[in-house]
Structure formats: C-alpha cells, structure tokens
C-alpha cells in the first residue's frame, strides 16, 4: 500500500497507520528510558552506592545522548541503506540491539559477586547505564527525525502527539513492572547488595517488548529515497550532503530554536532531580527509613514505579486536552502545564500518604505532557529539511545538558539542603516553576 494519499507540493499527506508504524518503536525504547529513570537510582542505592554520590551516576546518560545525537543526526542526514530501511532505520536496528543486550545485563549488577557498595560493582552498573542510555538515544533519535522528514506541517501535531502517546504507554509498562510483576509473587526483597527478582524481570520484559515493537517499524516503514526527499523539502540532493558544521548550523538556527531551548533547561534540569530522588524521599516520608535494603525502602520503590505510571496516565489524558487547545494559546497551555507540575513536585515534600502522592504525580504527569507536546512541534515547524537530522541531534543538547547541570549542582545543593532527598524535590519545583515564565520568550514560526 502507498504510504502517500497525494503527491502535492512539498510533503504529502500520510495515511494515520502509517504515521502509527514509524513511531510505534518508541513504545519499546520509552520502556527502556522509563526502566531506567525510574529504577537506577534503586539499583544503585541497593547495591551499594552513597545517596550524596547518585548525581555522578545520573550524569552518565546525557552525558551520553549529548554526544550520540548529534553524530546520529549527522550520519543519518547523509546515509541511504535501502536494503537496511533507508536513512534512520539503520540507526535504529544498530542502537535497539545494544540496548537490549545491555537491558539483560544491568539488573544484574549485584548478582556477579563484586560484594555490596564495592567499586567493580559501582563500575559494572555505571558502565552499563552508559551504554543502556547510549544505545537508547541511537534507537530513539531516528522517531523524531522520521516525523520531520516524512510529516507535512498539518499533520506534524498529530505525528507528536502519537509519539507522546506511546511515550507515555511505554512509560506505565515500565513503572508498573516491578509492582505487578512483585503481587504475582516474584521476590521484591533480595540479599543486601543484589537487586531483587521483581527488577530484574521488569528489565527482561522492556528488551522483549524493545525487540518486537522496533522490528514492527523496521519492517513496516519506508523512507523516502534521497531525491524524493530532496523534493518534497523543496532542496537539492546535495544540500544534506555539504557544509553541516554544527558551529555554523548553530550559528544559523531559527530563534525558536533557542527560547524553546531556554524552556527546556528548567524543565529536565527539574525532572532530572524527580528521577534521582523520588524514591528516596518517599521511602523517608511514607516508609520512614533511607536503608536502601530494608522491605521498606525496596517497597517505596515499587510504589515510586505506580506513581510514575500514573505520572504518564495523566500525561496522556492531559495531551488529549492540549490537542484541543487553539494554536493561539499553544503558550498558554504550555506554561500551565509546568506551572501545575512545579506545584506538583513540591507538593511530594509534604505527603506523608501513601495514597496522596497521587495527586502530586497527576500535576507531574501534566507537566510532563506539555514537555512532550509542544517544543518538537514548533522547532520543526520552523525548520527546512536542510540538515533536520543534525539540528535535531543538537537541539537534544536542550534535554541533556540540563541533566548534566542538575547532576553537577547536586553535590553542593543536596549536603546544603540537609542531605534530604525531599528537599532536592523543592528545588526541582522551584526550577520548573521558572521554565513556565521562560515560554513567554517563544514566538512561533514557520520555515518557507
């Protein structure tokens, strides 16, 4: 069947299974991205590693998708493998592979006999949580640059908003794992130093559903060759293969490129802090104890994977209500949205409830959608298809260097706050609360 309903001038229009298949692999790497978030700093604190030193195991995975994207977007804009999928496919084959490899082994950092909170231990998980993030920033990239070679400007929304979708579907798969698998009566407890049972098939499960859900739109999705592309994009074949300096690229993006950048550094700078200490400030505050062996903290974990599944239930409802939103008040809704979440993070500090941090982790999910809704939209929109994938390679240095930021601060600010894992989470809020006022500084444009 014909990906193209029409062949009119610039991109044509895509049937919607179509715009389903070239991100329904998101599914799959989300899961991965959520497994990690959610349960690292578990993993780390179970075998062995000090609450004032996760901010150098947190720096790992943007310290890596800062330089991966990029040079993914880089080679992908020149490449053509028809016999591998075309131009992004490739990348995706490559990076879903090692991602699944690394899935099997990084839950099992404590199960190799390094002995608890000893260095090759530490190592072993450091190492794999790099090539994890990696290789899931190799697997991820090409959705996003599909959506900007291949979906005309009215349909780009939709495209995203799907893509936010499965996002969000992957990330209530990932969180509620532990939690389910657990009430199945897979162990949840393990000897000190190991992480349990429950973990360690949660990351199993995410590399099957990895492998299947990439093989779909590996097989499923045909990129455009190099001339019809050219075509569509209104520019020459040549125009992705010369220049491409990323200094020069820079020095050219479009000015929304920039302020939806601005906005992005408060917003994962604060949700950097909401993966890093989440499950340490609710095993204090619900469960009373920072040992990160006890029944309790390893239960505070699995409920931190809850919250973040309702985190993303509310993500997805409230993209259906920010689809409805007219394009004249895409800011408004923009900057609610992180004004509801700031509220949202800082409320975490005072619930002592088990069941009221719900509410907290609605007003994150809301949050959280509108960071997945808006800001690919209006950087694409304002894009020709001159260089897309290297531009889009360098504006994820939006989404990692904040992380990167946070991480650093955190040894000065966590010993400075107390050492408390809650009020790091004060911090966050404070931090998010900023990047809603930082949307007033975006004016959305269109390239020709």
Known sequence: MSQEKSAAAGLPTLSKSIIWMIN???????????????????????IGANPNNLGWFFILPPLAGLIVQPIIG??????????????????????????????????????????????????FGAITVAFLDLSSNVAMQPFKMMVGDMVNDDQKSYAYGIQSLLNNIGSVLA?????????????????????????????YLGAIIL?????????????????????????????????????????????????????????????????????????????HTTNASSAGYQAAGNWYGVMAAVQSIAAVVWSYVLAKVPNKYHKLGYSGSLLLGAIGFIS?????????????????????????????????????????????????????LPQIIASLLSFALFPLLGNSQAHMLIVAGIVLACGALAVGTIKETFAK
């Open 348 to 400: 975490i500090f005072f619930i002592h409830s088990q069941s009221a941090l719900i509410f907290s982790y609605i007003l994150v999910g809301i949050a959280w959608a509108g960071m997945n809704t808006y800001p690919l939209t209006i950087v694409t929109n304002a894009l020709s298809g001159k260089h897309m994938g290297t531009y889009l390679g360098l504006f994820n240095g939006s989404i990692c």
């Open 74 to 123: 880089y080679y992908s804009d020149r490449t053509w493998a028809p016999k591998l999928g075309g131009r992004r496919l490739p990348y995706l084959l490559l990076g879903s592979i090692v991602a699944i490899i690394v899935m099997l082994l990084l839950p099992n950092s404590g199960s190799f006999g390094f002995g608890y909170g000893s260095l090759a231990a530490l190592w």
């Open 24 to 46: 329904f692999g998101f599914l799959g790497v989300q899961t991965a991205f959520t497994l990690q978030s959610s349960q690292m700093s578990r993993i780390f604190q179970t």
């Open 175 to 203: 969180a509620v794992f532990p939690f389910i698998l657990t009430w199945l009566g897979l162990h949840n407890t393990a000897a000190k130093g190991v992480v349990p049972q429950s973990v360690r098939w949660a990351f």
């Open 211 to 287: 492998a299947c859900t990439s093989a779909l739109t590996i097989t499923k999705v045909h990129e455009y060759d190099p001339a019809t592309y050219a075509k569509y994009h209104g520019i020459s074949e040549e125009d992705n293969k010369e220049g491409g300096n990323w200094f020069e690229l820079l020095k050219h993006a479009p000015k929304a490129f920039w302020t939806v950048s601005l906005v992005q550094l408060f917003c994962w700078f604060a949700f950097q802090y909401l993966w890093t200490y989440s499950v340490g400030a609710i095993a204090n505050n619900v469960w």
